[in-house]
């Protein structure tokens, strides 16, 4: 078949008239030749001035086109059926091309055509401070060089994103009932024809990062109702690992999100809701993905499958076996403090331990006390679970302490009264994008310095050897010091940034994971913390701002044994 153009790029347009010129400058600034390129510009019913600014671009080989409002997929169907290109490329409004972008992508397709039916490209995130990183899954997962990955081995290679070029096939459509994770679904059903995926290393996608961004949005909708294809494709394409692997990519990414189910769900309703969840998962073969997935992930996803699973005694450790294949090799527990509440001399601790032992019937949580006279006393702390689905994950309890009795808690497990190690960590507040009840608590203020010397003493030296918390402490007298109350979690591409700068009222106050050689964490005072007078940012953990507020005031040690 012959076509007018070499690639037609597809770019939906729905009030994006402060980002398009952007787009558009990407493409007339390509490497390859603009004219045998053809643009097909679709405004989706905008409400602001989007169309008269596609409009200017109106040219021979650039096609504007004025439709209703009726969404992403049915405008990139538009354009596909009025394309005229060899090849396909999607293109968001806001987003844009590195220059060799359209060259190396028609060159690789050309060389391989008879053999891939799509290509990737990496996916680069920048943020409206310019700062830049490269999407996760391409830095770890694909190589550095263009390659062609065969699925049925490389199964690992979800492609969720619509940074992808593929052959003009009008056959080709977007599901528009579709309205979450419909880049997935086009994505998967074409990969799965071939099993191949074609990348092209050298090529970038820059996809923008703001607040408006649909991914950043989580609305209280059924997710379930959108994600009937993953059971469709599981039956369709026979549990093909790399079906099995999409399942599982979209359900770890709503976990780490928070958003796996409505957040107006009541406590009651969830282990019903979770059913599909649980029917599906129980399709996944777990022992192809324990390489892949953190063990925290793994369990969580193997405890909402209810699979059959056993636990199995080793000379010194424990395993987990799932359908009686070796799923986690040595189990490790761990013990999360994820909240805290304080008044005046009184410390409550909400806290989670996550293991794969609860396979088990009798796992205890015990603590030691070490009281500033001397003594020390063990007890158990009972664990309790609210979500059904997760009683083999994840079980939460609270402690009462008196500060001005207690100098030092330890934590281990007993586990059919045999002692078990057990790991006291922060929770992992930097990965969670809202505030949720009492958990919004982590950030910290900028440092300002009264004098430049020390500024690069400490900055350079002092945080890249690692001292001591006596001579942080020391250095503290030399920093601004305000009183805060309340925090926020976050980092500084988060949308709770945003809520953060916004709430000019609300004082802030902080807790920390500080990890030394040997782990300790530090509940700290919630009077004084350092922050810099002018400027208000959120910064993520590890930085120099934590250790000097870890050292203004030390008050219970808890650590794992």
């Not at 400490?458 to 001591?468: G, M, P, Q």
Request: net charge positive; proline share 2%; charged share 30%.
């Amino acid at each position: 078949m012959k076509f007018a153009y070499d690639i037609s790029i597809i770019i939906p347009c729905y009030n994006c008239s402060k980002f398009v010129d952007e787009t558009m400058k990407s493409l007339r600034e390509q490497t390859y030749d603009y004219n045998k390129m053809e643009i097909l510009l679709i405004n989706d019913g905008s409400k602001d001035n989007t169309l008269d600014v596609l409009k200017k671009y109106d040219d021979k080989n650039v096609i504007v086109i004025d439709k209703e409002n009726e969404g992403v997929s049915k405008t990139r169907n538009l354009g596909i059926q009025k394309s005229h290109g060899k090849y396909l490329l999607f293109l968001d409004p806001d987003d844009y091309l590195s220059k060799n972008a359209i060259e190396d992508i028609i060159k690789f397709f050309d060389k391989h055509y008879d053999e891939i039916d799509m290509v990737t490209y990496p996916m680069i995130l920048f943020y409206p401070n310019g700062r830049k990183k490269m999407h996760s899954r391409y830095k770890k997962d694909f190589d550095n060089s263009n390659h062609i990955y065969d699925l049925n081995d490389n199964y690992l290679l979800v492609q969720a994103t619509i940074n992808v070029c593929i052959k003009n096939n009008k056959e080709y459509a977007f599901d528009t009932n579709q309205f979450y994770s419909e880049d997935e679904q086009f994505n998967t059903k074409i990969l799965m024809n071939k099993k191949k995926l074609g990348y092209v290393a050298s090529a970038k996608y820059f996809y923008r990062q703001h607040a408006s961004s649909i991914t950043a949005r989580k609305e209280n909708f059924d997710f379930e109702g959108v994600y009937s294809f993953h059971d469709e494709y599981l039956r369709k394409y026979n549990n093909h690992p790399y079906v099995q692997s999409v399942v599982i990519n979209n359900l770890r990414w709503r976990i780490n999100e928070d958003c796996l189910y409505p957040y107006d769900l009541k406590k009651n309703k969830i282990d019903k809701y979770l059913e599909s969840v649980t029917n599906r998962l129980s399709n996944i073969d777990f022992s192809l993905y324990k390489e892949y997935l953190k063990e925290r992930m793994l369990l969580n996803l193997i405890s909402l499958s209810r699979q059959k699973c056993v636990v199995k005694k080793n000379d010194d450790s424990y395993s987990l076996l799932c359908n009686d294949k070796v799923v986690i090799d040595e189990i490790t527990s761990n013990n999360y403090i994820y909240s805290y509440e304080l008044n005046n001399d009184k410390l409550k601790l909400y806290g989670r331990v996550d293991t794969a032992l609860y396979y088990y019937d009798n796992v205890r949580l015990m603590a030691k006390f070490y009281y500033k006279d001397k003594q020390v006393i063990e007890r158990e702390i009972p664990l309790s679970y609210t979500i059904d689905a997760f009683k083999y994950y994840e079980r939460e309890y609270v402690l009462n302490l008196d500060l001005t009795r207690i100098k030092k808690i330890s934590f281990y497990l007993l586990v059919n009264d045999e002692r078990v190690k057990l790991n006291t960590l922060p929770e992992d507040w930097c990965s969670k994008n809202k505030v949720i009840n009492k958990y919004n608590m982590k950030i910290k203020n900028g440092i300002k310095f009264k004098n430049k010397l020390l500024r690069k003493f400490t900055n350079r030296f002092v945080w890249s050897k690692n001292l001591n918390f006596y001579i942080i402490n020391f250095l503290s007298f030399f920093m601004f010091k305000y009183y805060h109350k309340v925090v926020y979690f976050g980092d500084k591409d988060s949308l709770i940034y945003e809520m953060y700068r916004k709430d000019k009222d609300t004082n802030k106050i902080f807790i920390s994971n500080a990890k030394g050689i040997k782990y300790k964490l530090l509940i700290l005072s919630c009077q004084k913390v350092i922050t810099n007078k002018k400027y208000k940012e959120v910064l993520p953990f590890g930085g120099m701002c934590e250790k000097y507020v870890q050292a203004s005031r030390f008050i219970v040690e808890i650590v794992g044994e």
